[in-house]
């Protein structure tokens, strides 16, 4: 079979970017400058740029008449070799467009895809990107194959009764249905990986593209994680221990950007890699500060975790690279807009203590304040509660310890059957002299 998947970058070639604005989109400070950023991600020169407003789209080439002749004069200025739409486009369109322009038409879901083919370094991220890229070529099996002709039917023009189209239209469906078989089995793997992990918790960075996650990461957990000032530097999850100061151990994630109109195919193929945020305890959500678009960034990340399924979790707005603005009134803008955000910068460290702290404080609100009564012998469990909760004191009555704690539902339920009591605090009137304040 031919294959049908670009999984090469559009190393060394020069494109133009065009956008249709329409009346639903929200106004952009620059309305191309994330496409040039996609562009340059996947390794295009970008020698041109055309802009157009318009009540709707063209049912034929989604540009108006005028627009498209502009393109084509500027396409042939540029010596360009593939034009590409800040847009969505129907097989239609894009056909329609590619015979008016005689070059290569991509829009924006095939770039983004082209761009995770690219980056996809572990089995998991291919085999999602490879789904993606099939469910989005699905209906566009017609325009890569018109070089091909339907066989004609009749006396003496009876052929083997199925065309090239339908032959690989059989077969793509089919290697989506394995694919997503694949995903399945790795999905329930990761959900037995996390479930396998409860007894520490866990909290997840998600946030726009480039906003300085991984970055981040790095400066909390020393990770060393691969940090690139590009679009989707980061595909595949990973999770580092962090040590919490005044609290102890948690698992931090690091996540794939999110980007506005991210594909669904996308969005559906990475359920598995998105189950660390989909099962954390909290959930940073990283904004990159110094973004004329911030607003709208913050926004489109809300929007996929929605899509997700995650948005109703506790989360922490987190104001990246505050280093790179020029003065304070742009922090005290988004204060305004989101007084509590946190403002930091990974790079410099600036802020990652008040981060911490209040990392320390949300998870607290979901522990439980309790007594746990034990039998002094009974050590392990002790270690146990040090471990994966917060010691307050311990009081001692006769061959017993009562361990004044605060510690997460999922672990208080590991000490059924190995404590005597668990009942929740009561402080005590007066202090009693055996009490041993830790």
Known sequence: MIDLIRTEGLVSETAVLVGVLLPDQPAEVAPLEELE??????????????????????????????KVEEL????????????????DLSPGQTRNLERALQIKVLDRTELILDIFAGRAKTHQARLAV?????????????????????????????????????EDRRLVENRIKDLRKQLRIIERRKQREVAARQDLLTVSLVGYTNAGKSTLMNALTGAGVHV????FATLDTRTRRWQLPGWGPVLLSDTVGFIRNLPHHLVESFKATLE?????????????????????????????????????????LVLNKIDCLPNRLRIDGLLGRYPQALPISARSGAGLQRLAAAVSETLSRTFADVDVELSLDNGRMLAYLAAHGEIL????????????????????????????????????????????TV
Request: glycine fraction near 8%.
């Open 37 to 66: 950023g996609l562009a340059q991600a996947a390794g295009l020169q970008v020698a041109g740029k055309i802009l157009q407003r318009r009540e709707t789209p063209d049912a034929a080439t989604y540009l108006g008449k005028g």
């Open 72 to 87: 084509s004069a500027l396409v042939r200025s540029a010596k360009a070799d593939v034009a590409l739409f800040d847009n």
């Open 130 to 166: 490879e789904l993606a890229q099939y469910e989005y070529a699905m209906p566009r099996l017609k325009r890569m194959w018109t070089h091909l002709s339907r066989q004609k039917k009749g006396v003496g023009l009876r052929g083997p009764g199925e065309t090239q189209l339908e």
């Open 228 to 231: 690139a000032d590009s679009l």
């Open 276 to 316: 660390e945020a989909r099962q954390a305890h909290l959930l940073l959500h990283v904004a990159d500060a110094g973004n004329p678009a911030v607003y709208e960034q913050i926004s489109a990340t809300y929007q996929v975790l929605e899509e997700i399924g995650i948005q109703r979790k506790d989360t922490l």
């Open 393 to 436: 004191s311990k009081h001692f009555v006769d061959a017993r310890i009562i361990v004044h704690c605060r510690i997460s539902p999922q672990c208080l339920g590991q000490l059924d059957g190995e404590a005597l009591s668990i009942r929740p605090h009561r402080k005590s009137r007066s202090e009693n002299p055996a009490e041993e």
